[in-house]
Structures are given as structure tokens and as C-alpha cells.
């Protein structure tokens, strides 16, 4: 029988000995990560959150625990692992994934298949988190920041279209079909001149109907999806991923999603998430900020974001559905472009409904009217303009002219006085 006491160890073996912990779970401290992903998701009734195959069948052999693979997700999430061959590695080398499987190694396929099974159900987990946060009073329920993200979706950027393109590639395999046709009749006409000795004329024609055929059913493919565009009224289509839009210039991803996040201030924790094909943050701020407020629970709440969520229209709905908004206000346009007194510089007075100018003058509403489907209320002061001794900086027109959204005081609320 072998001794193997620490005396009979050689010196390299004995080292090796002292430095390796003798259980995985050596390697896990108590305040390592994975160990809360491990009790959060084990408390977790994974069948009522919407998760297929909690229960397995009577018959057959039995899959892998849809606990076990919502915990790789959720560690691969933490440390910005998104790709399922990624995880299947981390499966097999990484010391947190091993323990936190328990020697697990399911391959990418069923990872893939899980997430693509159940992507419902993750949506149910994210609230069962927000409650848990809201339960360890991780939450401040007082003002929330919001901004968005774009993530890349599975859809080649030549494999979307918008209507501008369809126009453009159908017109274009319209003046080329007209080329071929061109080019045939003249062919035809010189075939007539010389009887019936065509010579090697048959194969060119041959070749000139085949390219003809290829361009009309490109342009009929094309034709189609413009005429799907009219029918549903959208501003682009994706062939491979259809919900997927050409995110607006200058974003990073080109066609993709908009991912919305509201975030709670107190901790910096996640309150909130929505999900939109718009390309655009315009529009999406009361949408966001009512679905953190419900996963919260509050009735009343502040919400900050920047310029890109300025809309009266959003900004009214944040008023009447409790949330205080406090979105930056853009300053551009025509006027201030060409170096003449903002908008900003003239003051609404809503006791007498008129706008004062910087020269102190009031202008009253001359006509309402619409721009770009919104009902407006112009303003103007022809008498007061001929006169005025700062028109030079106000408009290169006989008159300045301030227009007004019939709910813009919601913008007058919101900014602050002094």
C-alpha cells in the first residue's frame, strides 16, 4: 500500500498540492455573482413564467433543466457573452460556468434552441428580477433615465429596402429593359435587310433575351415589394429578419433594433426595457418610462432623457400618465441657421394668447394651419415689424412669423422658470 503523506511527495508535487483547492466549489467565493444567479434563478417558478419543458416526460430521456440553461444565459448576459458557441466554450473551460452547471456541457444547438423556445418567458424573468430588486429596496422610485441602444439584427443591410431604393431599382431595370428591347428591334430590322442569312446573330439575340428575362424578374421581385410597402404602409422592408429596420444615420448598426432602457437612479439598476423597430428615439419615451413605472410600482415619477426624445406629443403623455419629463429641447431651424433671434427668444404669454418679441411688441394669431399633418397657430405683427429697429436680426421677410402647437404650454411647464 502507497504512503502518500506530505513527506513522501516530492517538492513539485507537493506544491501543486497546496496551491489547487480540492473541490470546485473552492474556486466560487461566497461573493461571487454566480452564486446569486444560482439562488435567483432556483427561486424561480420557471412553468409560470412561460418556460417549455419544466416538466419532463414520463417517457424518454429527460433534457437538460431549463433552469440550468437560463443560468448560463444569465451569466453570459453579465460578461457580454451573447453567441451560443461562445457559451458552450465557456461550458467547458470556465470555472464559474462549471460550477454554476454542475459539469454541464449542452453544445450550442441546444442552447440556441432554448433561447429561441422561450424568448416570451424571458421577458417574465426580467420582472421577477425587478421585483426582487424592488423587495431588497434597490429602487428609488423617483426618477428614472432613459435612453436607448441599437443592437445588430440577423439581416444583411442588402437584404433591406427602403421605398426611396425600390423607386430607384425599379426605374433603373426599367430603362435597362427598355435598352434591351432597343437593341432587339434594331437586331430584328438588320435580320430583315439580309434575308434569312442571320450568321452568328441567333446566339447573340439568344444571350439578349436571357439577360432581359434575369432583369424583368428582378424588377418584378422589386416591383413587388414596393407595392407590399403601399399595402402596409411602412417606410422600409428586411427580407431575412422582417421586423429589422435601417437604424438612422449615424448609429453604429445599421439595420437592427432600437432597445429602449429606463434606469432607476438610486442604484443604476435596470427598471425597464422595451423594444422597437423604431429607427429613431422620437415618440418612445412615455412607453418606456409606463412600463418601468408598472414593473415599480409607482403612480407618480421624474424622467429625464436627451434632445433625440423631444415630441410634444410624447412629452403630453408623460403629463397625463404621472411621469414629470425632463427632455432636452432642441435649437436649430431656419431662423437660427441664417443667424436671426430663436424661438426661444420670443415669450408666450397665455393670459392674452400672443407671443412677445424681443423688441417688446406682441404678436397675436393671425390663422391656424397645418405642417407636416400637426395642427399649428401662427403669430405675426406686419405693422409692428415695418417699424421695428431690431428686424435686421429677426427675419430678411416684411415680417417674423412664430408658429405654436395648440399643446405646446406642456413644453412651457416643463421648462424650467428664471
Not at 442571320?198 to 432583369?215: T, V
Request: with cysteine.
Amino acid at each position: 500500500m502507497v504512503d502518500l503523506t506530505m513527506a513522501h511527495l516530492s517538492g513539485r508535487n507537493r506544491s501543486q498540492l497546496l496551491l489547487l483547492p480540492e473541490a470546485v466549489d473552492d474556486y466560487v467565493g461566497p461573493e461571487n455573482p454566480v452564486r446569486f444567479i444560482e439562488a435567483f434563478v432556483n427561486g424561480l417558478d420557471l412553468f409560470v413564467a412561460g418556460f417549455v419543458r419544466v416538466k419532463p416526460k414520463e417517457t424518454g430521456r429527460p433534457g437538460y433543466d431549463p433552469a440550468d440553461l437560463l443560468k448560463l444565459y444569465i451569466y453570459g448576459y453579465l460578461n457580454r457573452i451573447r453567441s451560443s458557441r461562445r457559451l458552450e466554450a465557456e461550458a467547458h473551460r470556465n470555472i464559474e460556468v462549471i460550477w454554476l452547471l454542475r459539469h454541464l456541457t449542452p453544445d450550442f444547438r441546444t442552447i440556441a434552441a432554448f433561447r429561441h423556445a422561450n424568448c416570451a418567458a424571458f421577458k417574465q424573468v426580467f420582472r421577477e428580477f425587478v421585483i426582487l430588486c424592488r423587495q431588497l429596496d434597490l429602487f428609488g422610485r423617483e426618477l428614472l433615465a432613459v435612453d436607448g441602444t441599437r443592437i445588430k439584427a440577423v439581416n444583411n443591410p442588402a437584404r433591406n429596402f427602403t421605398r426611396k431604393v425600390l423607386s430607384i431599382i425599379v426605374q433603373k431595370t426599367d430603362e435597362k429593359l427598355a435598352d434591351y428591347m432597343k437593341r432587339l428591334d434594331e437586331s430584328d430590322a438588320g435580320d430583315d435587310k439580309v434575308g434569312s442569312n442571320r450568321g452568328d446573330s441567333g446566339g447573340s439575340d439568344n444571350r439578349l433575351a436571357e439577360k432581359i428575362a434575369a432583369i424583368q424578374g428582378k424588377r418584378d421581385r422589386h416591383k413587388a415589394l414596393l407595392e407590399e410597402l403601399d399595402k402596409t404602409g411602412e417606410d422600409q422592408i428586411s427580407l431575412t429578419d422582417p421586423d429589422s429596420r435601417r437604424m438612422a444615420p449615424g448609429a453604429k448598426v445599421s439595420v437592427g433594433y432600437n432597445i429602449q432602457l429606463a434606469v432607476d437612479a438610486k442604484h443604476k439598476l435596470i427598471a425597464g426595457q422595451e423594444v422597437s423597430n423604431d429607427v429613431g428615439d422620437r415618440g418612445l419615451l412615455a412607453s418606456t418610462v409606463k412600463v418601468a413605472m408598472e414593473a415599480l410600482g409607482a403612480k407618480q415619477i421624474d424622467a429625464v432623457a436627451d434632445r433625440g426624445y423631444f415630441s410634444i406629443d410624447d412629452i403630453e403623455a408623460c403629463e397625463q400618465a404621472g411621469i414629470t419629463a425632463y427632455v432636452a429641447k432642441p435649437i436649430g431651424g431656419k431662423t437660427v441657421g441664417k443667424g436671426f433671434f430663436s424661438k426661444e427668444e420670443f415669450r408666450f404669454d397665455p393670459a392674452n394668447n400672443v407671443y412677445i418679441c424681443p423688441s417688446g411688441a406682441s404678436l397675436p394669431v393671425v390663422f391656424h394651419g397645418l405642417a407636416r399633418g400637426k395642427e399649428m397657430i401662427y403669430y405675426q405683427n406686419r405693422a409692428a415689424c415695418k417699424e421695428c429697429t431690431l428686424r435686421s436680426q429677426c427675419t430678411n421677410t416684411a415680417s417674423r412669423q412664430v408658429s405654436r402647437r395648440p399643446n405646446e404650454a406642456v413644453i412651457d411647464r416643463m421648462t424650467p422658470k428664471g
